[in-house]
């Protein structure tokens, strides 16, 4: 099976996802990944005196650094305008993504739920634009569309993690729990102190231990009888 998961900024597969990936490619599935922009907005650049055009630079040496970590099959990284995709044309933005789909051919589409997690407005933005070209190719090219449409998520999470106040899906929403062992967890720990430029926030926020050793995600306009324990689950069915 090959998976595409698609988030807005740098470290957001790792802010989460990071051991379901680790679990995805010890179970053999491929797993590849696109970023819309290269995060340099963050406010971090601030503290090291960057511009935005260096953090960006930044950011995708330590996104190479994550992919080698997380033996990623494939990433391809973006450069829309961090912190700014709700101006952008979503036309533009649907372009890249379905360019992304068409290229990779991934069986399941892995994005934000639609609460974004945190609420930012880039992740509110990328669910509804993958969102979007999901149901399009789904129903006008079939023959290249993903057979799965998921979304990343928490559950019986704390509401805050002392940075960002954190949005949960309901228990009868999620569809899909994915469980990580701890050598999985180890790499995604790795995986995450790839972002040298934001070991501060990491330690405080400690994204990894609040969303813990099972991941949780949505599934789009499927509702399976009871909770899957992975992603593809079941596509090789007739």
């Not at 590849?32 to 055009?53: D, P, V």
Request: hydrophobic share 40%; aromatic share 8%.
């Amino acid at each position: 099976m090959r998976i595409l998961y698609i988030f807005p900024h740098p470290d957001d597969e790792c802010f989460g996802p990071a051991p379901a990936i680790a679990r995805q490619r010890r179970d053999g599935e491929e797993v590849f990944l696109l970023t819309l922009t290269r995060g340099e907005a963050t406010k971090q650049r601030h503290r090291l005196g960057l511009s935005k055009r260096e953090m960006g630079r930044v950011r995708l040496a330590e996104m190479l650094a994550v992919e080698r970590e997380l033996d990623l099959n494939g990433m391809t990284v973006l450069q829309f305008p961090d912190g700014k995709l709700a101006r952008e044309d979503p036309r533009r933005l649907e372009e890249a993504v379905e360019a992304e789909i068409r290229r990779v051919r991934p069986d399941v589409v892995v994005t934000y739920a639609v609460h974004g997690i945190s609420g930012f407005p880039d992740h509110l933005v990328t669910h509804a634009v993958v969102k979007r070209v999901y149901c399009e190719l789904r129903d006008l090219f079939p023959e290249v569309a993903p057979k799965r449409l998921a979304f990343f998520t928490l559950a019986e999470s704390e509401s805050d993690d002392g940075i960002f106040t954190l949005k949960i899906s309901a228990e009868e929403d999620i569809a899909v729990a994915v469980e990580a062992s701890p050598q999985d967890m180890e790499r995604a720990y790795r995986a995450l102190h790839c972002y040298e430029t934001y070991l501060e926030v990491i330690e405080k926020a400690d994204p990894l231990g609040r969303a813990g050793s099972t991941l949780y995600f949505e599934l789009f306009d499927e509702a399976p009888p009871s909770r899957l324990d992975s992603l593809s689950w079941g596509l090789d069915s007739p």
